[in-house]
Nanobody, 124 residues
Framework: QVQLVDSGGGLVQAGDSLRLSCAAS????????MGWFRQPPGKGRTFVAG????????HYADSVKGRFDISRDNDKEMAYLQMNNLTPEDTAIYSC?????????????????WGQGTQVTVSS
């Protein structure tokens, strides 16, 4: 089992940046693909970004490409989501999650352990 703790959310203005962190413990973090998801108010959870076990390959939702950057540090058992040029449409609860799949995964159902989520609010 893996325990995940998200942090780094907050209230920012449009155009600002935030860096979310995900701290892992339990089984070795390097054994899992990792992803970030978000859930806007009143909507379902959607994929934001993903990264493979070694941190070599990343993939993003179209809505965040060029603005967000996912990374991981397996030695520190940490993952990050750097979010730049934020807009009000990015307002959501952001959660990190891990998957045992090797291939790219975009659906929440493919991820088995989840962080508790951190709120990101972007004002216009």
């Amino acid at each position: 089992q893996v325990q995940l703790v998200d942090s780094g959310g907050g209230l920012v203005q449009a155009g600002d940046s935030l860096r979310l962190s995900c701290a892992a413990s339990g089984r070795p973090f390097s054994g899992y693909r990792m992803g970030w998801f978000r859930q806007p108010p009143g909507k379902g959870r959607t994929f934001v970004a993903g990264i493979d076990r070694l941190g070599a390959k990343t993939h993003y939702a179209d809505s965040v490409k060029g603005r967000f950057d996912i990374s991981r540090d397996n030695d520190k058992e940490m993952a990050y989501l750097q979010m730049n040029n934020l807009t009000p449409e990015d307002t959501a609860i952001y959660s990190c999650a891990v998957s045992t799949y090797y291939s790219e995964r975009f659906q929440p159902m493919d991820y088995i352990y989840w962080g508790q989520g951190t709120q990101v609010t972007v004002s216009s």
